[in-house]
């Protein structure tokens, strides 16, 4: 017998029945309970089985709800959204999931926006920070329409997120948030504001998040979500001071990247690939797949999702 879905509300029938067969959900509810509820919810970017399998069973540990994050290039790496979407949506069957999880495009450009969104991914972030405040709005605009008439979440950003490339560090814009509240008015279910966080490891001359900008945000977006990119290194304090600013997302991919390659360094320095079949993948790679379990544990109780889910 067929499944009627005749008394749900049309609005809600789409997600209920998207919820039944794909399983990843929208991250606009649980991002929403995170802002009213204080706390936030972890964005941990995968870039392999190993990764996600490690990320989704500490969710259902710990009963925290998850978003898993996608970059362009780890999406090449992994063969295209596709097999991403398809790998991440077995894992939540047969690992037995039922804490909800978002697939994330991460800083996605306008064209890869719109890839994930036909794909099956649950979430994206279209990145307009690179555009004019005013193409940032018009190609932001394009871009909720389209997920949201398939009950897809968007991120967008104001402020471009700083980094180190080839030697140079670039400290982040700020973002304005007159500028925030205009991208907040066309849709957007999260906002990520530039206040002076970077991607990568943080230097040891960092002047720290611009708090007080955050405040600003906060105060002229009022229950929107707010995403805090580049969490590696940013003292914990400062990342409670953030969530009580009304930051309910916050990324982390460097942290869980440097765990996993001092785990599976330690495995060849200690000549455990020498011992009996040590040189079995699996073996290699698992104490890599452990350290990156206790590092999103670690973020999950300084975040406050734990038993949120």
């Given amino acids: 017998m067929k499944k009627s879905f005749s008394h749900i509300p049309e609005e809600e029938s789409f997600f209920k029945i998207r919820r039944i067969f794909i ?49 362009e290039g780890a999406g090449k790496y992994m063969g295209g959204y596709t097999t991403i979407v398809g790998m991440v949506n077995g894992m939540i069957k047969e690992l037995g999931i039922t804490v909800p999880v978002a697939l994330h495009l ?4 306008y064209e890869a926006a719109k890839e994930c969104i036909e794909k099956g991914f649950s979430s994206v972030m279209f990145d307009g920070s690179k555009y004019s405040i005013e193409e940032n709005v018009e190609k932001t605009k ?15 950003e104001v402020g471009a997120i700083g980094g180190e490339e080839d030697g140079v560090l670039g400290g982040g814009e700020i973002a304005d948030p007159d500028e925030c509240a205009s991208i907040c008015e066309l849709g957007v279910d999260m906002l990520a504001a530039g206040i002076g966080n970077i991607h990568g490891v943080y230097p040891e001359n960092w002047a720290g998040l611009r708090l007080d900008v955050l405040a600003q945000i906060q105060e002229k977006t009022g229950t929107m979500p707010l995403v805090l990119h580049g969490g590696t290194g940013i003292p914990d304090e400062m990342v409670k001071d953030a969530i009580s600013k009304g930051v309910s997302k916050i990324n982390v991919n460097t942290e869980c990247q440097i765990v996993f390659t001092a785990a599976v360094r ?40 734990i038993n949120k889910a």
């Avoid at 969710?59 to 996608?70: F, T, W």
């Avoid at 060849?268 to 890599?288: I, S, T």
């Fill in 266 to 305: 330690k495995y060849f320095e200690e000549n455990m690939d020498q011992q009996k079949k040590g040189f079995d993948p699996r073996k290699v790679l698992k104490p890599g797949f452990e350290a990156i379990k206790e590092k999103v544990k670690e973020k999950m109780e300084l975040f406050g999702s």
């Fill in 142 to 156: 394009e871009i909720v329409a389209l997920a949201h008439s398939k009950g897809i979440s968007v991120e967008a």
């Fill in 23 to 71: 399983m990843l959900v929208s991250a606009k509810e649980m991002l929403d309970k995170a802002k009213a509820g204080h706390y936030a919810v972890g964005h941990f970017n995968i870039n392999n089985l190993e990764w996600t399998k490690a990320i989704l069973l500490t969710a259902q540990e710990n009963n925290s709800p998850v978003i898993l994050g996608v970059s």
């Fill in 106 to 109: 991460d800083h996605g450009s």
